[in-house]
């Protein structure tokens, strides 16, 4: 799992220097937002793109995504990312979800039957997307990792789920009530996790984004900006991670794959075809690769690939450029 990062294991000792690159929350405003997140409280009644473009013309950047489409009627957690960041919003998708929604049985159900479906819904489970989804229909294994009931009123109950991305709550909802054999609806829904981000760690409001953007412009102080719009490394930490030279990361933004003589340091339990975040010794995210050897191999080890790259984050230029070019271009 991507999240059981373990201790650093150093490989040599180097230091960064100052003159390039931009530790992650000291970067110019400008650059700042080349590399943004913003865990965004998505309200009910526009759609994801919608606001994932009043986003983008608020702050005036010109490209700008989003990670799990949340239907018009859907509320709750929408990562947002600006720029370079956006190349890394598929990491979202490696961790489970989760959503808290009111469901109506159209009959009484005894609690213990109720308790006893959600159990037979735990596990692997199989859906074909809605019409009205926006993916090809076809039949596809989620799983389901956990139903809770928080609350229930008469027939209407408040419940969270854990799930795998790409779960279809409402499908899920219909399906339980079919096996209650009375029916069921989903009346309301709210996504309140993405993989390692959740309510707790606060969201981010339209409204409180449109008055920091207006106390940047207006008055020149960027404090509340900063702190809604979060460098991307700040919500990558569980993640596992490589350290490189600051002779290696133009490479790396060119395309070479990460060769062990270009390694600081390491999570000390990476396995062989994990994904891994390079970062540059100030901390910035240079890109994401999948390792070809595991922590103990590449510490064992002097020479070899460690990590091929899979998504490069990080312009070239901002490091110089202290490799020769070559039709297969390696790191050291």
């Known amino acids: 799992m991507f999240y059981d990062v373990g201790e650093w294991l150093v490989l040599s000792e180097d230091v960064t220097n100052e003159s390039y690159g931009f530790y992650p929350d ?8 080349k590399y943004g997140f913003i865990p965004l ?3 009910r009644g526009p759609s994801s793109h919608e ?5 983008r013309k608020m702050l005036g950047e010109e490209k700008a995504g989003h990670s799990g489409t949340l239907d018009p ?43 006893r479906v959600f159990t037979e819904f735990i596990g692997p489970i199989y859906q074909r997307p809605p019409q009205k989804s926006s993916v090809k229909r076809v039949i596809r294994p989620r799983t389901i990792y956990g139903i809770q009931m928080i609350e229930k009123f008469g027939r209407l109950m408040v419940l969270r789920i854990k799930c795998e991305a790409g779960t279809y709550i409402r499908k899920l909802v219909y399906d339980i009530g079919e096996v209650l054999g009375v029916g069921a609806t989903m009346v309301e829904l709210r996504r309140t996790k993405v993989s390692n981000l959740d309510e707790e760690h606060g969201l981010v409001r339209l409204h409180d984004l449109s008055e920091a953007v207006h106390q940047w412009k207006e008055c020149g102080d960027e404090s509340l900006l900063r702190e809604l719009v979060k460098p991307i490394e700040s919500v990558l930490q569980p993640f596992k991670k490589i350290v490189v030279r600051d002779s290696t990361v133009d490479a790396l933004c060119h395309g070479a794959q990460l060769a062990i003589p270009g390694i600081v340091k390491l999570s000390s339990r990476i396995n062989t075809n994990d994904v891994v975040l390079i970062m540059t010794l100030k901390g910035e995210l240079v ?19 460690a990590v091929k790259i899979e ?22």
């Open 287 to 305: 890109a994401i690769g999948k390792a070809v050897l595991g922590s103990d191999e590449i510490e064992e080890n002097v020479k070899g690939i």
């Open 41 to 43: 409280d998505k309200p």
């Open 73 to 115: 009627g859907v509320s709750g957690l929408l990562p947002i990312a600006l720029g370079n960041a956006t190349k890394a919003l598929g990491l979202f998708l490696l961790g489970p979800k989760e959503y808290v929604t009111v469901v109506r049985v159209h009959n009484d159900v005894l609690q213990e039957k109720l308790e």
């Open 51 to 55: 606001v994932v473009s009043w986003v």
């Open 26 to 33: 000291k970067r110019p405003i400008e650059v700042h937002f």
């Open 311 to 332: 998504r490069v984050i990080m312009n070239s230029g901002i490091y110089p450029k202290l490799w020769k070019s070559s039709k297969t271009r390696v790191t050291s």
